[in-house]
Structures are given as structure tokens and as C-alpha cells.
């Protein structure tokens, strides 16, 4: 756990450039609130199940937002600098933590089957290529153009596989990344000991992830890039407004055009999809990516604009995002934990769930505990000035 305590910025520069951050934890946070609601599901609820294969459900949208808000993230932590040392011991902690989450997960499962890819570990992969990609460029067109490069990339290499497939269609029995991350991992170790057909934190997955986070330093740097017009302005309205408003617009814009356009190729279509993280997908999420940080942007003004009501309003929003590592992977976690089944065969949430006449009763009512629960950690750590981070 890191110790960070900011002092307060006085200067224009200085002043933008917290505010920016703040409206990045800001959209965190709202990602989060969605996250932490999930989550704490007690009771089947079939809306909250992922996508089978070639479709999107609301609960698809909320790592990929993580994702994409982090390649933001990464923007500003890579803007002057990148520490390879600090950057490779952050990606090894993950990649830790990620197996042992994986073991806890699946505790009857032998060394021989554990399962080596995981969500921990496809952030570890990012944040190294991330990285890398800093020492190449540090701006924003720069970061456009790896993103449509990225993109295209990806679609392409999709859309060939597809034409090996019946009807050129993908399907789980006919894509890349069943038999690519079983040459690379082994069957026994990826999703579902292979049986699934493919990985969604395989290889295939990560390429595709690369694609949110490119979209989302892109957007990093587009916000880093006027941070001194805006210091400087008298306007209530971010200076950004104009540049996002093209940014979602180029980024729906190539989905649209990598998803409807002709088939890549002779290939096969490439729809908006969480399985196998397609490009349309990860760009349609990263415009919804962006419209968050707009709108961050004009509910925290800077400081010179900002009252103490508006501070104390948007605080809870502002210290879930700060502590967006510890929340997400450790409700995650804990919910695993209380959903497991104790010696006299029930689990904590059961228990839980028998005290209420119905069930959803008690869905609501846990819900909202472990909201609150999750908000006032938070924002105790962030009023102490403490961090998660691996």
C-alpha cells in the first residue's frame, strides 16, 4: 500500500492538471458503482450473465471501461517519463497475484491445471506494452495512430481466421484463440481447461485489450495537450469539449467502419464482441470511455471554479476511482470468499439471504450494504491519503 499525500497545487499548470486527474478517478468511479453492484449478486439475475459468444451484455462493459480509463491513466503517469524497473515489478506482482487469485478461485484444481491466464495477468501485459509504446511516442496523434494501426491489425488478422470457418462466421469451435493459447499455455491451463474454445484473457483478448488502452491514452494525451489553454481560460466549459466530441466521433466512426465495412480480406465479419475483445467493440467502449471523462471534466471544474459543496458532493466518486485497483479486484475477491460454502453447507450470503421473506428483498438490502461498505473504505483511505497499488 502506497502513502500518497498531495499537497495543494497553486499554480495554473498544476491546477489542470489535478483536475483532469480528478475527473479521471471520477469515471472510475462511476465504472466501479456499476462494478460493485454487479458483483454483489446474491440471486441469479440472467442480465448480469456475460455474453455466450457474439453479443454484448451491460456486465461486457465494465472491464474493458477499467481498461480503457487505465491506458488514460497511463498517459499521464507516461507523459514525461517511463521507469522499465518500476514498470516490469508492477507487471510481476500482477502476474502473482493474478495465479494466486486463480488458485482461490478453483481450490480443488492441481498445479497441473492451474489456469495461467487471468484478468490480473492481461493488465500486467498491458501495462509492459504500454510502457514500451511510451519510449516510441508521447503524443496525442502519435497514440491515434497506433490505435487505428492496433485496430485494423486485429480486425484483419480476425477476419482471415474467419474464412477458414463454416459460413466464414467465428464461433467458439472456429477462432484464433482456442488453438493459439493452448500451443502457448497448454489446454490445461487457460480458460476452462480449453474446453471452451477460447480465452478470454488469452492472447487473442489481450490484442484487442491493447486496442482500449491505445484508445485510451490517446485520450490521455489529447487532455494532456490542452491542459494549458484551459489553465489559462475563464470559461466554465472544458477547452476539450470540441476535441472529444471528435474523438468519440472518430472512434465510433472506425467501429463502425471495421464492423459494417466490406470483409477484410475475403474474410468473415468482425462484430462488437467481449470474447474475443474486438476491435468495433473496444472502440465503441472507449467513446463511452470518453464521454465519461468529458463529463468529468464539467461536473469538477478546476479549482479556481470549484466550491467546497461540489468537493464533498463528488468526493465518494473521486475516491472509489483513486482506489480503482484495491475495489475492483478485491470486491471481486471477497465476493468469492462469502459465496463460499461453509462446513455446514450454506455460504455467508446464503445465511445472508435466508434472514429476508424473498429473495430479491435481500438482494437489494445486500446490495446497497455492500455499496456503502465498499464507499466508506474508500474514502477513509483517500482522506488518509492511501493507495493500492501493486
Known sequence: MANERASVAVNGAATATKSRIDALDWAR???LVASLGVNSAIISIPLLDHARWASV???DFIFPLFVTLAGCG???A???RVEPWGVLRRALVLVVLGLAFNAVVDLTASLSELRFTGVLQLYAV???VMALLHLVTRSWRGWALLT????ISHTVMLSSFARSCVATLLTPECNPSGPLDSLLFGATHIYRNGLAGHDPE????IMGALVSTAAGATLGHLILRFRKDEAASSTRLPITTVPIALAIAALLGLAAALWLGPDLL???PVPPMKRLWTAPFALSIAAIAALLLWLGQVALPSSKFRTERQRRFWTPWVALGRNSLLAYFGSHLLMLLLNRSLPNGTSITGAFASLFPSAVLAQIVWTALWLTSWVLLCIVLHRRGWYVKP
Open 202 to 205: 488469452g492472447i487473442i483478448a
Open 57 to 59: 451484455m451491460p456486465i
Open 266 to 268: 475475403a474474410g468473415g
Open 78 to 80: 507516461f507523459h514525461r
Open 148 to 151: 487505428i494501426v492496433l485496430a
Open 126 to 128: 498491458v501495462i509492459v
Open 29 to 31: 468511479g462511476w465504472m
Open 74 to 76: 497511463m498517459a499521464f
